[in-house]
Every structure is written in C-alpha cells, then in structure tokens.
C-alpha cells in the first residue's frame, strides 16, 4: 500500500498523540510513587524512597497480591483445560450448530464487565443458591480467561493443519500418544502465551471481582481501587499500580513474543 507524504506525517501525528494520552499518564504515576510530596504537586519537590518502603509492608496489599495471585493461577488453569478442549473440538470436528457454539465461546470477552458481573451473581446467588466466595471469583474469571486461551490455540491449530497427528495415527499411535507426542508439543508456545495472557487478565479485572467475590476477599485492582482517595494511602496506591505496570508488561511480552513465533511452535 502507497501513502503520500502528507499521509504519512498524518499518521506519525495521530500515532504520537495515541501513544501520549496512553503513555504519558503511566509516567506521571510511576514518577509520583517516588514523589516526597504527599499532596503530589507538580513538578516533585523531591524524590523519596519511604512510600516504597511502606507499600512493601503493607498488610492489605500484601494480602490483596496473594488473593490475586491466587485467583489468577486457577482460573488460568481452568482456562488452559478447557479452552484447549474447545479449541480442538471445533477445529478438529465438524459438526451441526459447531458456529453457534465458537460464537458462545468467544461471547464473555465482548460483553460489558457489568453484564457479566451481573450475570453471574445472579446465577450463583439466584439460581445455585452459592454464597459469594473465592470459588465463584475463580469460576468468573476463569469465563473470560478461556476466551484468549481458545483463540491462541485455535489460531496455531488453523496454522499447523492436522498433518502430522494424521501420520502419527497411520503408524500406529493412538489418541493420547499422538497428542502427548506431537499436538502437545506443536500447542506449547501457544498454551504458554495462552496462559499468559489468561493470568493478567485475570491479575487486572475489577469489574465482574466487584460482583462475584465475597466481602472478605481483596484482589490487588480492588485493593487500589478502594484506597485510591484515601489522603494517607494515596501515595502507597502509586507505588502498588507502579509495580503492576512494570509486573503487567512481562507477561505481555513474552505472549507476544510467542505468539508471533514464526516457526509455528514446531519442535
């Protein structure tokens, strides 16, 4: 595709004031954190370690991390579980209804958080009569989590073809031994950056946490969220969404990186 010279400096400037409004307010949170002025005038009157100091020992954000730690790692387990299954279900097969059901599937990444917080309280309060806990903020998240799992691994099985399970078979492996030795394999960088995906999303939600978790579970959004006006806990929220800026962009990376593997995952 040809652009002219002055679509090209269009697109440099619309591309710069993108990347401003994104970028830039990220910059100024990650420069208050050290901000010595607990009012944050601007610019700093100085630099400080000691909100640091405070945020790393803090009880409830320590307690918040672990809870979305936690929260993260099973529902991306789930995710891996069944969106790898889905994923194969629909490539692999064909069957009637089989668009109806990959629509359904990707379904909860599109909708609204509020109406998939809403949606699933109702069910686990209305309809299975469960009491709001940990379990029902893993089973949340683990519904958009399978989302990214699902199409990493759809996507690499569309790349890949069914070649090599083929010739597997017609030599004499079965099922497992032919998705333990060859679809396994070929699916590894796509399930890792999968999960990856997965887990920060699931470490970033506040939404659909707000409706699905109990009173006395805090995951470190709702943590920072709760704090963020509060005068004296100000500066320490800085330091926390500081830290998950930084923590955010390896996972993100790496998928990436994965995701984009030219070799199509082969071993």
Same mark, same amino acid.
């Given at each position: 595709?040809?652009?002219?010279?002055?679509?090209?400096?269009?697109?440099?400037?619309?591309?710069?004031v993108?990347?401003?409004?994104?970028?830039?307010?990220?910059?100024?949170?990650?420069?208050?954190?050290?901000?010595a002025?607990?009012?944050?005038?601007?610019?700093?009157?100085?630099?400080?370690?000691?909100?640091?100091?405070?945020?790393?020992?803090?009880? #409830?954000?320590l307690?918040?991390?672990?809870?979305?730690?936690?929260?993260?790692?099973?529902?991306?387990a789930? =995710?891996?579980?069944? #969106?790898?299954?889905?994923?194969?279900?629909?490539?692999?097969?064909?069957?009637?209804?089989?668009?109806?059901?990959?629509?359904?599937?990707?379904?909860?990444?599109?909708?609204?958080g509020?109406?998939?917080?809403?949606?699933?309280?109702?069910?686990?309060?209305?309809?299975?009569?469960?009491?709001?806990?940990?379990?029902?903020?893993?089973?949340?998240?683990?519904?958009?989590?399978?989302?990214?799992?699902?199409?990493n691994?759809?996507?690499?099985?569309?790349?890949?073809?069914?070649?090599?399970?083929?010739?597997?078979?017609?030599?004499?492996?079965?099922?497992?031994?032919?998705?333990?030795?060859?679809?396994?394999?070929?699916?590894?960088? =796509?399930?890792?950056?999968? #999960?990856?995906?997965?887990?920060?999303?699931?470490?970033?939600?506040?939404?659909?946490?707000?409706?699905?978790?109990?009173?006395?579970?805090?995951?470190?959004?709702?943590?920072?969220?709760?704090?963020?006006?509060?005068?004296?806990?100000a500066?320490?929220?800085?330091?926390?969404?500081?830290?998950?800026?930084?923590?955010?962009?390896?996972?993100?990376?790496?998928?990436?990186?994965?995701?984009?593997?030219?070799?199509?995952?082969?071993?």
């Open positions: 595709m040809y652009l002219t010279r002055g679509m090209r400096v269009a697109l440099r400037i619309i591309t710069g993108v990347l401003t409004v994104v970028y830039v307010p990220l910059v100024v949170v990650m420069i208050n954190s050290f901000n002025d607990r009012a944050f005038g601007w610019p700093p009157s100085g630099f400080t370690l000691t909100w640091w100091s405070r945020a790393l020992h803090n009880a #409830g954000a307690d918040a991390l672990r809870s979305s730690v936690l929260v993260g790692l099973l529902s991306t789930i =995710a891996l579980v069944l #969106g790898t299954l889905a994923a194969m279900s629909l490539q692999r097969y064909r069957f009637f209804g089989r668009d109806a059901v990959s629509l359904l599937v990707i379904l909860p990444i599109a909708l609204p509020i109406v998939t917080g809403i949606a699933l309280n109702n069910a686990f309060r209305t309809i299975l009569g469960v009491r709001l806990s940990l379990a029902t903020l893993v089973v949340a998240h683990a519904t958009f989590c399978i989302v990214v799992v699902f199409n691994v759809i996507a690499r099985l569309r790349r890949l073809g069914g070649d090599l399970e083929e010739a597997s078979m017609d030599l004499g492996a079965d099922g497992f031994t032919t998705f333990w030795r060859i679809t396994f394999p070929l699916l590894r960088t =796509a399930l890792l950056a999968g #999960g990856l995906l997965a887990f920060a999303l699931s470490f970033d939600e506040i939404i659909v946490t707000r409706f699905t978790a109990s009173q006395s579970t805090t995951t470190l959004p709702i943590w920072i969220l709760d704090n963020l006006f509060r005068p004296n806990q500066p320490i929220v800085n330091v926390v969404a500081t830290i998950l800026v930084i923590a955010s962009i390896i996972p993100i990376y790496i998928a990436q990186r994965l995701s984009g593997d030219p070799s199509g995952g082969r071993v």
